[in-house]
């Protein structure tokens, strides 16, 4: 819902003073597949950057070489093979332990894989492939202070591992660690230069602290990177969203234009050209939303918005009722109900929906603030902790588990543990 929907003016007026910023969609699961990837997918890549390093001609090496290969070809039959042969030769048991320790963490089996790569991190040509296999079971654990440590022990003798600097990001990120999640994105990004992930999560990051004119630059390197990666029409529909926010509707509307059909860009597309004062074609565009996606939140504030725009209050009451059923704790549409049941001569409705409205954005006023300071006070438990509060009063659990889970690690480990 971009914020001019939240005024009667067409033009690209700016929403009422009183509207608070809209609720960050941060997930502590979205790093996986937005950065990481499938965790099979992370470790073929580490498994070929170790494959390409020379270890001679001898029995072992050939086959683990081999080995390597099959695995990050995903022939977990042939690379077992191989293992088992290393392992029965008895001359390179630690590059045994590590082709086991990789298979088991491809697999899912963790805790094994940590016990193997455990011992595999002693031979000095496989410690640092081995450390960044082990903070990817821990991530994968959700034991991050055990895979940031791993990880960190990996830079101290490859600063320039790119997938270590990728899996710390991930981790910092799901805890809302951001200036180091950043950092660490930034030096991923330089370091593999053809990955267009690492722009995108910057982009997705500043869109969700509402720093819109930063984050797309990001997006658009990410898709210069790829244009053609698996999520480009989300990419693009993100580039659209923060385009828009930063009143730029026609360079939205021609990211759009790349975009597959679908509610959520219909929607988009309306407020674009609702912004612009397309009325017509805003309409038009949202019929084929709300055609599709009934309950579409953005769709029913939009469509209520024009309705009243238009002198049709009652009908415009339908609108923002719907939308409250469907999202009683959206701000927008309490207020915006406000200004119907206003117009309609519906005073006292009017002031119950104001009262409601105001109770909301006093909460998310809060949160937009604290959201603000846990980027600029990485270490502040408190902060996350009453994060987590605001974020289940109004109705966000996901958000509630992201700050919950960050600000217990970042709770000191009592002493009586540390002996």
Same mark, same amino acid.
């Given at each position: ?13 700016? !929403? ?5 910023? $809209? ?25 070929? =950057? ?5 270890? @001679? ?29 290393? $392992? ?36 000095? /040509?496989?410690?640092?492939? !081995? ?25 101290? &003798? ?20 951001? &200036? ?14 053809? &990955? ?10 500043? $869109? ?29 529909? /993100? ?37 612009? @004062? ?10 084929? !939303?709300?055609? @599709?996606?009934?309950?579409?939140? &953005? ?42 049941? @206003? ?11 104001? /009262?409601?409205?105001?109770? =909301? ?10 959201? $603000? ?39 000191? =480990? ?6």
């Amino acid at each position: 819902m971009t914020s001019e929907l939240a005024t009667t003016n067409p033009s690209e007026a700016a !929403a009422p003073q009183a509207k608070p910023p $809209k609720l960050p969609r941060t997930s502590a699961s979205r790093s996986r597949w937005l950065l990481v990837g499938a965790a099979a997918v992370a470790v073929s890549a580490a498994l070929a =950057i170790v494959g390409a390093r020379h270890y @001679g001609l001898g029995f072992a090496d050939r086959k683990f070489e081999a080995a390597l290969t099959a695995l990050a070809q995903g022939d977990a039959s042939q690379a077992r093979q191989y293992a088992r042969e290393l $392992k029965s030769s008895g001359d390179a048991p630690q590059r045994a332990s590590f082709l086991r320790g990789a298979m088991l963490l491809k697999n899912g089996y963790y805790y094994p894989a940590l016990d193997l790569l455990e011992k595999a991190k002693h031979d000095p /040509e496989l410690k640092v492939r !081995a450390l960044t296999l082990m903070g990817q079971a821990w991530y994968q654990l959700g034991r991050h202070v055990e895979a940031q440590t791993v990880l960190r022990e990996a830079l101290k &003798d490859a600063p320039d591992s790119a997938e270590a600097h990728r899996w710390l990001a991930a981790s910092y990120y799901d805890l809302g660690v951001i &200036d180091d999640a950043v950092r660490h994105l930034l030096r991923t990004a330089e370091l593999d230069p053809t &990955d267009p992930r690492p722009h995108r999560l910057l982009g997705l990051i500043h $869109k969700d602290f509402e720093r819109y004119e930063d984050a797309i630059p990001f997006y658009q390197e990410s898709l210069a990177r790829n244009a053609d990666q698996e999520d480009a029409s989300e990419i693009r529909q /993100e580039l659209a969203v923060c385009q828009s926010k930063a009143r730029r509707n026609r360079d939205a509307l021609a990211t759009l234009a790349r975009c597959s059909a679908q509610p959520a860009i219909e929607v988009l597309r309306a407020e674009c050209h609702h912004g612009l @004062g397309q009325t017509a074609e805003a309409k038009t565009a949202l019929a084929r !939303a709300l055609e @599709g996606d009934p309950d579409n939140l &953005d769709g029913l504030l939009l469509k209520g918005t024009i309705l009243l725009e238009e002198g049709d209050a009652h009908s415009a009451i339908d609108a923002f009722r719907r939308a409250i059923d469907k999202h009683p704790k959206d701000y927008t549409a309490h207020f915006m109900l406000a200004q119907a049941y @206003g117009k309609a001569g519906e005073q006292e409705l009017a002031k119950a929906e104001h /009262e409601a409205a105001e109770k =909301i954005r006093v909460v998310r006023h809060e949160f937009s603030q604290l959201h $603000k300071a846990a980027w600029e006070r990485p270490d502040d438990i408190q902060v996350r902790l009453r994060l987590a509060a605001l974020a289940q009063e109004l109705g966000r659990p996901d958000l509630a588990e992201v700050w919950l889970r960050s600000a217990a690690t970042l709770q000191p =480990i009592p002493s009586s543990q540390n002996k």
